[in-house]
């Protein structure tokens, strides 16, 4: 119970309110003290009360009344709270590997750690208090000690996004300002000095790492497919550096087992030699095949464990076949072969009714076919017989789309699919999509698209509603304005054989593309619309009562994880089931691990695990049924902190000038004391007073109510005492 002196009371009230509050209080002396005040006074009970006596009584009596008709006027209590808030120096740490690459890392990592450590000191010393935070591929905060101990393992740098997420940390905060520690070396994400919005907070700088530069060679990447096709060929690019060799000889090998595929050599124009080597490769067998890169030796070559890189290639047998059949060219069809192209595993044909050339094929097209897309076929016949006759006799999965006066007309009269326009008229409307949210099938991610599709431009379909069989499915609800109406435009179906098909009731599928690229400067909204929808219906229907998923890919310093959907018998999900898997590197080595269940699926981390080729098996038990899954996983490292690339001191020296701060040095060349002064020397921010306003009703602060009993309990006992009753 606060019974502390309210600060500030706000109190609205008229001059007659103020006249009501006192009047009673006057009334109830009056009449108890003043009316028969001779009476009183005689009375004698307790021995009577004198004049004086009666007064006291009376006033006691009008201050309790009076506080009791004050609460009526509903007063509000202000109080204010003063929050001290003292300046805070940000120490952000490069943790990337590239800072103890080019030194003894046992030696240089404890040497580091004991000058952060030191530093902390002397800021504390100060008066300053300290966050610190490290980063490699993100930012995170290292909380764990003051200082913390730091460990440069990071496998990219990515200072634009750590800048960023810290931003949104220290935004309208007491910053005295912010040490940045690194070695320069930026390889990924925006440019620091110019693609990076920077704290308002001087920013002082400190440099990490080597800047000797040394004699050495290094890949610096491999741009090659992830899929290829048995048979064919494909494309693998090198970028090699050399530094400090020019007019030496280098060559770059690739190697499959211990079978040399191609080899390139050349001579080193500069000391900054940069040589882009192109290969075409064959994909022999099937599978995830394993390849091996390597450079040419300098004569000092400083360190040989970046001259090789291994990447990996999953070749395929065959491609997913999507042919896409029209009477003519439609801007629509040209929107969906582009979003499928960026498939690699998907083909795109199209064939035009209109070129006898192209229709010849369209049996084979049938046949060869794994998702046929129907563009205005509805109502239309090829060779004596309607489209939907020929697609039925084929079993193909087919994507539908109606846009003609035909296509309408069919749907309005009985037909194959189990969809009927409502009534005959030959007006169109123009109408948004809108997601259906309760949309399971296809992994959408229905709220960010959802979004972005209310901006997309209108579609324009037909003006009446489209009744749908209990078969179908609905992907998009017409948006009519701000009306969300339930008349679905777009719907999928799976029949009973397995045979997958949508239909789409309109055009302008182009216009979202566009809209797409103009609002977010790429197509990827879109596109994954298109890509999982035509992924489902090249899909097979086989449903599994076990799913496991991973990636297939993933980079050395990224955790590879599980994620499984257990169902039971009735196609109920299994909180019961019993998973396991087992995780087999190249050389036999097995890691095991137990699925566990979160309330929604099962999930299982193996962490981070060493550059290779895993193999995984699953076993998952179901009231004693047995379900087993298996797999390929590939753990990429990308090296590009294994560089020899001296350190760039000179980015930091340009990000501290243009941030208020300074480059204060090289640390092996400062003592922390002298970086901490540099830091303070152009002032420490004053502590900062935050006040905060709280408002509470009058009628609540206990201490007045108190007063008013103990006024009336006294009067009480004085009355009775000297008066009686």
Request: charged share 20%; hydrophobic share 40%.
């Amino acid at each position: 119970m606060d019974l502390s002196l309210p600060s500030q009371w706000i109190i609205e009230a008229e001059p007659w309110q103020w006249f009501a509050v006192g009047t009673p209080g006057i009334l109830a002396a009056w009449w108890l003290y003043g009316r028969s005040g001779g009476g009183v006074e005689k009375k004698s009970t307790g021995g009577g009360l004198s004049v004086i006596g009666r007064l006291g009584l009376a006033l006691i009596r009008w201050c309790a009344i009076t506080i009791l008709t004050f609460l009526l006027l509903e007063p509000l209590i202000r109080e204010i709270e003063l929050e001290k808030e003292e300046p805070i120096a940000v120490v952000l740490v490069d943790q990337s590997a590239s800072i103890l690459a080019r030194i003894d890392s046992v030696s240089g990592a404890q040497a580091l750690n004991d000058w952060f450590k030191e530093l902390g000191r002397e800021l504390a010393e100060l008066g300053l208090g300290t966050e610190w935070y490290g980063f490699d591929r993100s930012l995170f905060e290292l909380a764990s000690e003051d200082p913390p101990t730091f460990r440069w393992k990071g496998a990219q740098t990515n200072l634009s996004e750590a800048i960023q997420e810290l931003n949104d940390r220290i935004e309208n905060r007491n910053i005295a300002g912010i040490i940045l520690a690194s070695d320069g070396l930026v390889n990924r994400g925006a440019d620091p000095e110019y693609g990076t919005s920077w704290p308002l907070a001087p920013t002082f700088t400190v440099g990490l790492g080597d800047t000797t530069r040394h004699e050495d060679r290094w890949i610096v990447r491999v741009n090659h497919n992830q899929i290829a096709y048995l048979n064919n060929t494909f494309p693998v690019e090198a970028i090699v550096q050399s530094q400090g060799m020019e007019g030496q000889n280098a060559r770059v090998r690739i190697f499959k087992g211990g079978k040399q595929l191609a080899q390139e050599e050349w001579v080193c124009a500069s000391n900054q030699d940069l040589k882009k080597v192109k290969f075409m490769l064959p994909a022999m067998s099937a599978g995830t095949q394993k390849y091996r890169i390597e450079a040419s030796a300098g004569g000092n070559e400083f360190d040989l464990e970046n001259n090789n890189r291994n990447f990996y290639v999953e070749v395929l047998e065959s491609r997913r076949v999507v042919t896409c059949i029209a009477s003519a060219p439609h801007p629509d069809l040209g929107a969906i072969a582009m979003a499928l192209n960026e498939l690699d595993a998907y083909e795109v044909n199209t064939i035009y009714l209109s070129n006898p050339l192209q229709a010849s094929g369209i049996l084979e097209a049938l046949k060869e076919s794994d998702v046929i897309v129907a563009h205005n076929l509805l109502g239309q016949t090829w060779e004596g017989k309607d489209w939907e006759t020929w697609i039925a006799s084929t079993n193909v999965n087919t994507w539908w789309m109606a846009a003609s006066t035909a296509s309408f007309n069919c749907l309005r009269n009985q037909n194959g699919l189990g969809v009927r326009l409502t009534s005959t008229s030959d007006l169109t409307q123009n109408f948004r999509g809108r997601m259906n949210p309760s949309y399971g099938i296809i992994d959408f991610n229905v709220n960010e698209l959802g979004e972005e599709m209310r901006s997309w431009p209108p579609m324009t379909g037909p003006m009446e509603s489209v009744a749908w069989s209990q078969s179908w499915t609905p992907l998009l609800f017409k948006q009519l304005g701000n009306l969300e109406t339930q008349d679905a435009f777009w719907a999928t179906e799976i029949n009973p054989a397995g045979i997958r098909t949508a239909l789409t009731l309109g055009e302008g599928l182009w216009n979202w593309r566009m809209r797409n690229y103009l609002q977010e400067n790429d197509h990827g909204s879109f596109d994954q619309l298109i890509q999982r929808h035509v992924q489902f219906l090249a899909a097979s229907n086989e449903r599994e009562r076990f799913r496991i998923q991973t990636e297939s890919r993933v980079s050395n310093d990224v955790r590879v994880s599980f994620q499984a959907e257990a169902y039971d018998a009735g196609w109920t999900m299994s909180e019961n089931a019993e998973i396991e898997v087992i995780l087999r590197d190249e050389s036999g080595s097995e890691f095991f691990k137990t699925m566990r269940f979160d309330g929604d699926r099962y999930l299982m981390d193996f962490g981070r695990m060493p550059e290779g080729q895993y193999t995984w098996d699953a076993r998952c038990t179901i009231a004693q049924e047995m379900f087993t899954e298996k797999g390929i996983i590939v753990v990429e490292n990308t090296f590009i902190e294994q560089t020899s690339l001296p350190a760039d001191h000179g980015i930091l020296e340009r990000i501290a000038s243009q941030n208020g701060g300074e480059y204060i040095g090289i640390w092996q060349s400062k003592k922390p004391s002298e970086a901490a002064l540099a830091f303070v020397k152009s002032g420490i921010p004053a502590t900062v007073l935050h006040e905060q306003v709280a408002l509470q009703n009058g009628v609540e602060w206990i201490p007045l109510l108190l007063i008013a009993l103990m006024l009336l309990a006294a009067e009480w006992i004085i009355r009775r005492r000297t008066v009686g009753y």
